[in-house]
């Protein structure tokens, strides 16, 4: 969840051969603000300014070249006055860098941002010391909650051909022909519509040619519908509903949270599924399956990934409640916005990796946003505590971890495990994907002292369908959610809707 960064380069500059430049004889103030802010105040003295001035020139003096002298043979004071602006700069920043690192060092400081501290308005006196102040974020110090011996209630089932003739069933749905229908659309059934959302005359947002898979709630990133279905009931092609729907409290435009504004939503078209058999040519389709028990046989071992999320999701609620317990300080309100993206990021990787379709993603990301500022909390409290078990125990990260999770988010999106990496590469999410190997580990380790209770388990009916719109217009985060039209054929791995 959070990334740890360097406050200045990891060593002062050198200039004297193999030996380092004397630490500076900083002062430091450091004023905690809130459990995860400090506002640090630092001042250089005279001696340390003089001390690089003097270095400094003494570099420039081999190679100065003023009119009237050979390179290197003007006199010093003449050096000094011609370059002293350039050098001013040069020192200003060497004394940044170097102060930085020291305060860092010193203080024991555990960033987990880059510090806010503004450059342009950090002077060079001709006297005096050198002062500047800059704010940062930190990990916070807490006493250790006791983890070993936790009792934790784990969700237990045995995959069923019930459970699999559903799964089939979602996917011949993936596979199916969409019919013109004239009437009015049963719960199932597949609509084309528009959407307008008003708060009394202003209109909020709009979507246009939406399919909608008529259900019984419908999900939006930062509302819920129930009753969508009955609400449909008796709406035909033309036809114009309305619907009263209220917005998430942590909506992204603050205004608007909380309150309840008017859905308006036209039916374009209606269109009924007529599901394909499975023949021997659809079987070659999915993945080259010769017969329908190879085919079951693949979707019965999706369904047992799928219920291991379902289990390591709710033993990890179940610790991060025990863990955070105790954990009643606050973060700040910028961290957790900031964070939020990121916790959306891990939940859509970790549901990639266990099979999940892109259906069930969008729903489960529509829920998250909508209490993603509490849920972001959490989990960032959490993360700190795994985090000082994982540094006491030596837990850390391997190339063959990175490269087992990227086989296995290849493995369920058909796509080459060179290709995910170089994805993951280029959105910035290798940290989330460290952070989430750490997590994963240190979990098991506190799992590993653990007293388990089985629990029977049910896997979640598909009684929404998620639409990748937002109310109010604007989302939280801006994450790439992959957008499935229904009528495309989906790969097996992505096709059991859960």
Wanted: proline content about 5%; charged content about 30%; hydrophobic content about 40%.
């Amino acid at each position: 969840m959070s990334e740890s960064v360097a406050l200045a380069p990891s060593s002062p500059a050198d200039t004297s051969g193999d030996l380092q430049r004397p630490p500076l004889n900083i002062g430091v103030v450091v004023e905690n603000v809130s459990t995860c802010q400090r506002r640090v105040k630092v001042s250089i003295p005279r001696e340390d300014i003089s001390r690089y001035f003097d270095e400094a020139v003494g570099e420039l003096m081999p190679s100065a070249v003023l009119p009237g002298f050979r390179a290197g043979r003007a006199p010093r004071t003449l050096v000094t006055s011609r370059f002293k602006a350039e050098l001013s700069d040069q020192i200003r920043s060497k004394l940044l860098a170097d102060a930085m690192t020291q305060v860092s060092e010193q203080e024991k400081l555990s960033p987990i941002s880059e510090p806010e501290l503004d450059m342009g308005a950090v002077l060079l006196p001709e006297t005096g010391p050198m002062t500047f102040e800059f704010s940062l974020e930190v990990r916070p110090e807490f006493e250790m909650p006791e983890w070993k011996g936790l009792a934790i209630k784990r969700p237990t089932r045995e995959i069923s051909e019930a459970d699999v003739d559903e799964s089939l069933s979602h996917l011949l749905r993936e596979r199916s022909k969409l019919v013109p229908h004239d009437g009015a659309p049963a719960e199932g059934d597949l609509v084309i519509a528009n959407l307008r959302f008003l708060d009394g005359d202003v209109v909020l947002s709009e979507a246009h040619e939406l399919e909608i898979i008529v259900r019984s709630k419908l999900s939006l990133a930062d509302a819920e519908l129930a009753g969508f279905a009955k609400l449909l009931s008796k709406a035909k092609p033309g036809t114009t509903v309305k619907a009263d729907i209220t917005i998430s409290p942590e909506a992204a435009v603050e205004a608007l949270r909380g309150k309840t504004v008017t859905m308006e939503l036209t039916v374009l078209e209606v269109k009924k599924l007529e599901l394909p058999e499975l023949t021997a040519d659809l079987l070659a389709e999915l993945g080259s399956f010769e017969t329908v028990d190879e085919l079951r046989a693949a979707f019965r071992k999706q369904l047992e990934n799928q219920l291991e999320w379902h289990r390591r999701r709710q033993v990890r609620q179940q610790v991060a409640s025990a863990l955070t317990a105790s954990a009643t300080w606050d973060l700040p309100p910028d961290l957790l916005r900031r964070q939020s993206q990121r916790e959306l990021e891990r939940s859509i990787l970790e549901l990639r990796r266990s099979g999940f379709d892109d259906d069930s993603i969008r729903r489960h990301v529509n829920e998250l946003r909508q209490t993603v500022m509490a849920s972001t909390a959490r989990a960032l409290k959490e993360h700190f505590i795994l985090e000082r078990i994982a540094e006491e125990h030596a837990i850390a990260d391997t190339a063959a971890d990175y490269d087992e999770e990227i086989r296995a988010i290849a493995g369920q999106s058909g796509e080459s495990p060179r290709r995910v990496r170089a994805s993951l590469e280029k959105r910035g999410l290798m940290d989330v994907l460290r952070n989430q190997i750490i997590e994963r580990k240190t979990l098991d380790l506190v799992t590993a002292s653990a007293s388990f209770i089985d629990t029977p388990f049910e896997f979640r009916k598909a009684d929404s369908d998620a639409v990748d719109h937002a109310v109010c217009g604007a989302l939280v985060g801006d994450e790439e959610i992959p957008t499935a039209t229904r009528t495309e054929a989906s790969e097996l791995p992505t096709a059991a809707r859960r």
